[in-house]
């Protein structure tokens, strides 16, 4: 196979390995591995520097949705890069790519949304949640309304405020995290913390955490409910079917905003444009980003309501905006992303082709001997590593079979990946039947393996 690189893979390692800080990465235990270096996309595979053909089982970072390669967006980009290749959208201007963006994602949007604040990413998006809330409730003569509930084991991105909405306590272990006025709730996850309630009965449960949590902080302090309709990073956290209907419940009695965190589950990734829509709730806001361009260029936005908008127009100058905020050339890729998912129906496809298709064999993972939960909605699966099916016990070591896991099915060319000892996967949108079944044949594969290595190890019970 021809590969792209120029150089040996030796190469890009040392200086990757000298000048290169990566992201969520151990800097020595990395270097001293030597990292992957991935030179080509086309559609759902990838190649790396080695001629590798791999199958891109997360679509880059659950956001590859259209799949990789795609001309359109490259002959997109070029046009507009020819035009105008940056503005900014401050001080009374904007371009035609800002605004063709902003009243294609009015079309697919909810109809409550008719507007959307543009900016670099989901962690930027996240960021203007916090001020667009808590600006919310001032302008209305609220102030004290200041408070964001948030649930524990959420991920909203890496920035401070992103951070800190997020509940993951590795990354507040870390520079002064959360930011004062985020509380963090239980999380929907029955499989690690259901404990005998059925999952019914632990979805009403979680989802009345929401409430007591409202009650108990006063709801003339509580500014908005943040969540994601499924937890990604998280570990493809499904909700039990009674947590959504009963949150809409609770948020219908209190007065605070919802704002539902679209970054990973919208565009397609669950069968609906977006992922609220899937779950019948009605959120206020929507963070987007990700499958807003499949992560062609970077960028993000809010979509906000017009029960928001209203208020914000009462506001007076909002202080708050990114020098990419609507950046021309990322917008362009985004559209020509929204029409490839529009024209070529790749939500109806989830909905009603290949998610059925894929959940039907991946749910059939369920039986193998490693596997304590198979699940998946739309195209955002998981599987439960344990080491006795009987029962939800966990391995010891926090995660390491996870990663054991995730290092086998790199070698069986498939890219999963581990959340503690759950394996993940978010293919592109785009994926054949034939992918479909190659990435399960390749999934049993790396499950058998672990197998035979947990076994040796002594450690299946
Ligand atoms: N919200 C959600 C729900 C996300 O999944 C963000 C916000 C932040 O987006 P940016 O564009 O700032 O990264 C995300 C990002 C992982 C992983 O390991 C997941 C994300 C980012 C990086 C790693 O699963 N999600």
Redesign the pocket.
Known sequence: MTVSNKYPTAHYRALDAAHHLHP?SDTRALNAEGTRVIVKGEGVWLTDSEGNRILDGMAG??CVNIGHGRPEIAEAVNRQMAEISYYNTFFKTTHPPAVDLAALLQSVAPAQFNRVFFTG??????DTVVRMVRTYWATLGKPDKQIIIARRNA????TMA?ASLGGMKPMHAQGGLPIPGIHHIAQPYWFDEGGEMSPDDFGVWAAEELGRAIDALGEDKVAAFIA?PIQ??GGVIIPPRTYWPTVARILKERDILFVS?E??CGFGRLGRWFGSEHFGTEPDLM?I??GLSSGYLPI?GVMVSDKVAHVLEETGDFNHGFTYSGHPVACAAAIANLTIIRDEKLVERVADDIGPYLQAKWRALADHPLVGEARMEGLMGALELVPDKRSRRRFEGDGKVGLLCRDISFRNNLVM?ATRDSMIISPPLVLSHDEADELIRLATLTLDQTHAELKRQGLMG
């Open positions: 969520f970072l659950w990413s989901g962690s930027e998006s996240n991920y909203h991105g890496s992103g994601e990604g990073a965190d970054v990973i963070p980003a990700k993000g990946r």
